[in-house]
């Protein structure tokens, strides 16, 4: 019998959920705006903006095989309402504090599932992945950069999914100070 993703430590979760890259899928567009056609559904009494964002959202590179939706809310929302609406629709919820919420949908105690999701709930302006993503996409030879960055971490990080994240970190900030500044 599997044990139950809630009863797993974060190293079995990295174990059974390692981090893959692969080509650019153009599924994803369509997966993604199918998801955000169900968040606008069940988030319709809500006054929030959705888009796709993450590597998925970016043509010709290789990603990790999880759409990255954003969800911009004004600080005024009621979050534990959101919360409970995310989760009555499957979504889990990974993170939650003042000011950002997680959810992710996809992750079955055999490993992922064809489609997997994070959603990500931010306040009103809070988009840097926004930056990020326009700046890659008008710029493919950053893009390609970006690709070699995660190639290059991807045998040292495999299954610690947050020393992978952090070890990126620098490079894009880097580019959102860029695609700001250039705006």
């Not at 326009?134 to 610690?160: G, R």
């Not at 952090?166 to 894009?172: D, H, M, S, Y």
Request: glycine share 4%; proline share 5%.
């Amino acid at each position: 019998m599997s044990k139950s993703l809630k009863d797993m430590t974060l190293e079995e979760l990295w174990e059974l959920f390692p981090i893959v890259l692969s080509p650019h899928n153009p599924h994803w567009t369509e997966w993604a705006k199918e998801e955000i056609a169900t968040l606008s559904a069940i988030l319709s009494g809500f006054d929030i903006k959705i888009r796709h964002i993450g590597s998925t959202a970016i043509p010709d590179i290789m990603a990790k095989p999880i759409v990255d939706i954003l969800v911009e809310i004004p600080p005024t929302t009621d979050k534990e309402a959101i919360r409970k609406i995310m989760e009555a629709a499957g979504y889990i919820c990974m993170s939650a504090s003042d000011e950002r919420m997680s959810f992710n949908k996809g992750y079955t105690p055999e490993g992922y599932a064809e489609r997997v999701f994070h959603i990500h709930f931010h306040h009103t302006g809070d988009n840097d992945e926004i930056y990020f993503r326009d700046y890659l996409i008008s710029n493919p030879y950053v893009a390609k950069e970006y690709e070699s960055i995660k190639l290059s971490l991807l045998p040292k990080f495999k299954h610690n999914r947050d020393a992978y994240t952090e070890a990126k970190t620098a490079f894009v900030k880097h580019i959102c100070a860029l695609a700001k500044s250039s705006q």
